[in-house]
């Protein structure tokens, strides 16, 4: 019988590891400490600390709706981290059709036709908190030059590598770099949610 959560399994073994065997042991042994306690207590802030892929390969440890909130989280950070395989990935399975729709809709309205467009922009408007920070940073990486401070400022804190990709399309913009300086300064936990190398 054709099962596609158990085709994606070998796809997360092959493509989120490690590629050591022992460290997948450690790693997903790890991993499964935090599957244990989010199906006994629910979400926990560890959570915000995980990738995509990191919760990519905690589907290999539950199933059912616990599976599915993986993989909806796990879509939702490849879309901020542009995990692209990851995304690919998941677009071509019919699992999270509500976040596979979203991002339809999304590139649909900002990259349609003049209507296209003013109904996207309406839709966005109804957006808020993480949903229209993840909205506002798709956008700005197709079209830089709208991409505003005011994005940064309100995008939620509970999750510092959102903020960080947002700061890092700004900083495109030399006008902006005090700005942004000025938030990081505030908001340490954003610098250091990615690697430094990539603030150059």
């Known amino acids: ?31 499964s400490a935090v599957v244990h306690r989010v199906l006994k207590f629910g979400h926990e802030e560890t959570l915000n600390r995980l990738t ?5 390969n905690c589907c290999l440890m539950c199933g059912g709706t616990a599976a599915e ?9 490849a879309l901020i981290e542009d995990d692209r395989h990851v995304v690919e990935r998941l677009l071509h399975t019919p699992f999270i059709p509500e ?3 979203w991002l339809a809709k999304l590139m649909a309205a900002v990259q349609g036709d003049g209507q296209a467009i003013e109904d996207g922009a309406h839709w966005l408007e109804t957006m808020e908190g993480e949903e229209r920070a993840i909205a506002s940073l798709l956008i700005g990486r197709i079209y830089p ?13 509970d999750y510092p590598r959102l903020a960080a990709e947002i700061a890092m399309l700004l900083l495109r913009a030399p006008e902006r770099k ?3 300086e000025a938030y990081l300064r505030e908001r340490p936990e954003v610098r250091y949610s990615v690697d430094d190398v990539r603030w150059v």
Not at 10 to 25: K, L, Q, V
Not at 69 to 77: D, W, Y
């Open 145 to 157: 030059d709208f991409a505003q401070m005011e994005w940064l400022q309100a995008c939620p804190t």
């Open 69 to 77: 909130f993986f993989l909806r989280t796990a879509f939702t950070r």
């Open 1 to 31: 019988m054709h099962d596609p959560f158990r085709e994606l399994l070998p796809w997360i073994i092959e493509f989120c590891g490690t590629g050591d065997t022992a460290r997948d042991e450690a790693y997903r042994c790890a991993l």
């Open 99 to 101: 976040s596979r729709v």
């Open 178 to 180: 005090a700005a942004v």
């Open 52 to 56: 995509a892929r990191d919760l990519m």
